[in-house]
């Protein structure tokens, strides 16, 4: 009967190491990327940068992401994050054509979205039940 409460126990404390885990790195990667997103979002608004500028910052996004992607796909659905990849893709889109409008919109719809992943996969009360 021991044995088989110590071995709940263990199991019980290790889901939750790794929901903290994962909840961290969740966390820290969508605020890297919201940030980045929200600076691009501000350069374009103040139109500090050039054509050339919008473009690298745009792909130093696009290779933030795929790094953090690659690790949040373990364990986050595949759903949300195609739909944060849907939204860069399209901003990528609206940069190379100049639409720098649609790719504000972009932008604010992808902040969204990724905020919607941090709270959905938060350690709260709410999701637990």
Not at 94 to 120: A, T
């Amino acid at each position: 009967m021991h044995k088989e409460i110590v071995i709940c126990f263990i199991i019980v404390v290790l889901v939750i190491i790794f929901n903290v885990l994962t909840m961290n790195f969740t966390q820290s990667a969508v605020e890297t990327i919201s940030n980045d997103l929200k600076d691009f979002k501000q350069s374009i608004i103040e139109e500090k940068v050039e054509d050339d500028d919008i473009k690298k910052k745009n792909s130093e996004i696009m290779n933030k992401w795929k790094e953090k992607y690659e690790i949040l796909a373990y364990y986050i659905e595949h759903d949300e994050l195609e739909k944060v990849e849907t939204e860069l893709t399209a901003l990528e889109a609206s940069i190379d054509v100049k639409q720098y409008e649609d790719g504000i919109e972009n932008v604010d719809r992808c902040i969204f979205i990724l905020n919607h992943i941090k709270d959905k996969y938060s350690f709260d009360i709410k999701n637990i039940f």
